[in-house]
């Protein structure tokens, strides 16, 4: 074992060496040091604020839905590290990959045949975008090779879904000039916006794809929330228009649902909320529960097919730790917890508790809008929040979150009790009362 470290030395050599998402050069922040988690709670190495436990909100952005150091996920893990924790899948497969694959297949929408296990959300957006490409290239129409999207969405880091986030304002903008262009429609209406705004939204929906049909391979969206690039919720009706539209205007559709997959919205699949399925449909995050790195592109037969028939008859993608039969066995362990027990239940019991202990929020000066669905709540300032005075407040009462933009939002582990939920509702209100 290596000499034992103080939590003053490894901030110090974190300082030094250590890059963050989205972070500044190493040495330009202040993470918080957490040196165990269990349940929705993060333990810190050091109280930070008086305060040594912090109720996570956030389920580790998305992903940690039964919450940390679960006893059946932490079996999982340990009988499948007992056999093998990798092995190359190239030529050979194993028990693991093949029942997350057949399980996937079980719960995602109907007509969903196909999986290719990547490994990380942002790699299942580039294989999503290779498949339709590819499909279209096979078919004789290697025109049919841009994207189109709705402005307000977020897909990932890597270039392909850096090239569907918001090129104007959003996190990506940096790179605008360098990446492939594709076609923008407006950002979807809010949910709460009316049937009129939707009506009016899926005749301008409809206008640009058949005005880029000739030249689009696919449309992609985040299905009903779209998450990182803002936070909004839309009207599942619109998932309708762009499946019957694309089915029209010969292009496929591609569901990212990485941040809404796994009952997060309230239904299994944020496609469920329209009984739309799509073409090809990324899964990430809350996969594995939040305890490894995987994420899944499942596709229809006519897009496998496709890309069969065609002069490469290969998906040319294959990363080394594709299928690793360790995150698959506890992404099998995770699906049958989740859908073992009354999920919908504890969902629908959170969304209520997120309800009651925003809807002060909306009262406080500099609060714009609160909106819930699922087990998701948001708070939308009506200017940037600062994210250490936020980050500060919140930890003072014990939860933590991850502020970004005019945004304080939350999205609790399923399994976070009435009590726990009512703190980081607490918690978001601290912050808005300050940032
Ligand atoms: N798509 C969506 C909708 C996401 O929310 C994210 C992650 N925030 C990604 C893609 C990228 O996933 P990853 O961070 O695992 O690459």
Excluded at 116 to 139: H, I, N, P, T
Excluded at 262 to 288: N, Q
Excluded at 304 to 315: K, N, Q
Excluded at 422 to 432: E, G, K, L, M, Y
């Amino acid at each position: 074992m290596p000499e034992p470290l103080t939590p003053g030395e490894l901030l110090a050599l974190d300082r030094q060496h250590v890059w963050h998402p989205y972070g500044p050069m190493p040495g330009r922040q202040e993470p918080l040091l957490v040196a165990s988690a269990s349940g929705v709670r993060l333990r810190l190495a050091e109280p930070v604020e008086g305060v040594g436990e912090l109720i996570d909100g956030m389920s580790s952005w998305w992903s940690a839905v039964h919450g940390y150091n679960h006893p059946v996920l932490n079996e999982a893990a340990q009988a499948q590290l007992g056999r093998m924790s990798h092995v190359m899948f190239g030529g050979l497969t194993h028990e693991p990959a093949v029942r997350l694959a057949a399980r996937l297949v079980e719960i995602t929408p109907e007509g969903l045949e196909h999986v290719f296990l990547a490994d990380s959300g942002s790699v299942s957006v580039e294989v999503a975008v290779k498949m339709c490409l590819q499909y279209w290239r096979s078919a004789g129409r290697p025109e049919k090779r841009r994207l189109m999207t709705w402005r307000g969405g977020y897909h990932g880091d890597t270039w392909q879904p850096m090239a569907v986030c918001d090129p104007d304002g959003g996190m990506h903008e940096l790179w605008s000039g360098a990446l492939p262009k594709h076609v923008f429609a407006d950002a979807p209406p809010a949910l709460s916006a009316g049937p009129e705004a939707v009506a009016a939204y899926a005749a301008h929906l409809r206008e640009t794809l058949a005005a880029h049909a000739h030249e689009l391979a696919a449309v992609i969206v985040e299905p009903v929330v779209q998450g990182a690039g803002g936070m909004r919720f839309h009207d599942p009706a619109l998932l309708r228009v762009l499946r019957d539209a694309c089915d029209e205007h010969d292009v496929l559709l591609v569901f990212d649902e990485i941040a809404t997959g796994f009952g997060r919205t309230g239904r299994l699949f944020a496609a469920d909320h329209a009984g739309v399925t799509p073409d090809v449909m990324c899964l990430g995050k809350a996969l594995t529960g939040g305890y490894l790195t995987m994420a899944a592109t499942l596709c229809t037969t006519r897009v496998a097919d496709g890309i069969s028939r065609g002069e490469v008859p290969v998906l040319a993608h294959g990363p080394t730790f594709m299928g690793n039969p360790l995150a698959a066995a506890v992404a099998n362990a995770s699906i049958d917890l989740l859908l073992g027990q009354d999920w919908q239940t504890e969902v629908k019991r959170i969304e209520t508790g997120l309800r009651d202990g925003l809807a002060e929020a909306a009262e406080l000066p500099g609060v714009r809008d609160v909106r819930v669905l699922g087990a998701i709540g948001v708070v939308q300032l009506d200017h940037e929040v600062d994210v250490a005075a936020a980050t500060r407040a919140v930890v003072r009462e014990g939860v933590w979150l991850r502020p970004f933009r005019d945004l304080l939002y939350v999205m609790p582990p399923y399994v976070t009790t009435d009590e726990d939920v009512a703190r980081v509702c607490a918690a978001v209100r601290a912050a808005a009362r300050i940032a």
